[in-house]
């Protein structure tokens, strides 16, 4: 049994073109809850079979500060197994790993057999802000550039799919969702020390990200943007995209019997906790 094909699928394909979101309005709750679930349900099915196969993903997510890198993850990851769906958000490089080769903190994380791995930033990092920040040098930055599609072709070839997907927020969304780290306790956390540096260096990351794409968008392991200003929307089309884009089959399951408790040995098995510490019900 093969997967559902969505009779509207591709309509809105094509480099560079907008989904048109913004003209169709707001996604309303109910409607995005119902689309998600079943698309999570999908998502399901796809893990049993990459682990049936031994199949072996990694799914690179990059973009702008808030562009909504979180939000897409925490709604891919949410209902599937954290052993097989496994986040990798690696902070900043030790003094040690500092003398690595730059790709090798990030290949140890690589998949094995019936594993997904998504990197929340990446080695693609070199690219944007550790070039824009200077946190690299021209050089490094050059050779980075020559070197990544040699390495993801090895990726490729050892037999690791590759997606790679760059959420693009306008600077609109980003300048409001900033305003909104800085104003509600609850989303201040999110505020990095990079954040507003990288509101002042707009134009500079633009051209960053597009010396990327000019480079690193390959055959091999090509680069898919995602226009991310309707959060829902993105998250909606990105697990879509995800599963069109490894070919899985909806696996047959057998059927489960839950036994009936032994009363075997039976006896008042919470007269013991009576006297224990309870956590107060406030709610």
Same mark, same amino acid.
């Given at each position: 049994m093969t997967r559902d094909k969505d009779k509207d699928k591709g309509k809105d394909k094509g480099k560079g073109k907008?989904?048109?979101?913004?003209?169709?309005?707001?996604?309303?709750?109910?409607?995005?809850?119902?689309?998600?679930?079943?698309?999570?349900?999908?998502?399901?099915q796809l893990q049993e079979w990459v682990k049936a196969k031994g199949h072996r993903v990694i799914i690179v997510f990059e973009g702008r500060d808030a562009a909504g890198k979180g939000g897409v993850i925490k709604a891919i990851t949410e209902r599937v197994s954290p052993r097989i769906f496994r986040l990798v958000a690696l902070p900043a490089p030790s003094d040690r790993e500092k003398t690595q080769m730059y790709l090798q903190r990030y290949m140890q994380h690589f998949p094995a057999a019936g594993e997904i791995v998504i990197f929340d930033r990446s080695w693609y990092n070199r690219a944007g802000v550790e070039y824009v920040m200077g946190f690299c040098t021209k050089e490094q930055h050059r050779r980075f550039l020559e070197l990544c599609p040699v390495v993801e072709r090895y990726i490729a070839d050892g037999g690791?799919?590759?997606?790679?997907?760059?959420?693009?927020?306008?600077?609109?969304?980003? *300048?409001?969702?900033?305003?909104?780290? &800085?104003?509600? $306790?609850? #989303?201040?956390? %999110?505020?990095?020390?990079? !954040?507003?540096?990288?509101?002042?260096?707009?134009?500079d990351y633009s051209r960053a990200r597009d010396m990327m794409l000019d480079a690193t968008d390959t055959e091999h392991a090509p680069w898919y943007i995602m226009r991310s200003d309707d959060k829902k929307r993105a998250r909606l089309n990105?697990?879509?995209?995800?599963?069109?884009?490894?070919?899985? *089959?909806?696996?047959?399951?057998?059927? &489960?019997?839950? $036994?009936? #408790?032994?009363? %075997?040995?039976?006896?008042? !098995?919470?007269?013991?906790?009576?006297?224990?510490?309870?956590?107060?019900e406030a709610y």
């Open positions: 907008s989904s048109g979101s913004a003209a169709r309005g707001d996604l309303k709750g109910k409607a995005y809850e119902k689309e998600l679930r079943k698309l999570q349900g999908r998502l399901c690791i799919q590759l997606i790679k997907i760059w959420l693009e927020v306008s600077d609109k969304e980003q *300048k409001r969702r900033f305003e909104a780290r &800085v104003e509600d $306790p609850i #989303r201040q956390w %999110k505020l990095s020390p990079m !954040d507003l540096p990288s509101r002042s260096r707009w134009f990105c697990i879509r995209h995800i599963l069109d884009a490894i070919p899985y *089959k909806v696996l047959p399951r057998e059927k &489960v019997k839950i $036994p009936k #408790r032994s009363m %075997k040995r039976a006896y008042d !098995d919470q007269a013991p906790l009576a006297k224990r510490k309870f956590i107060r």
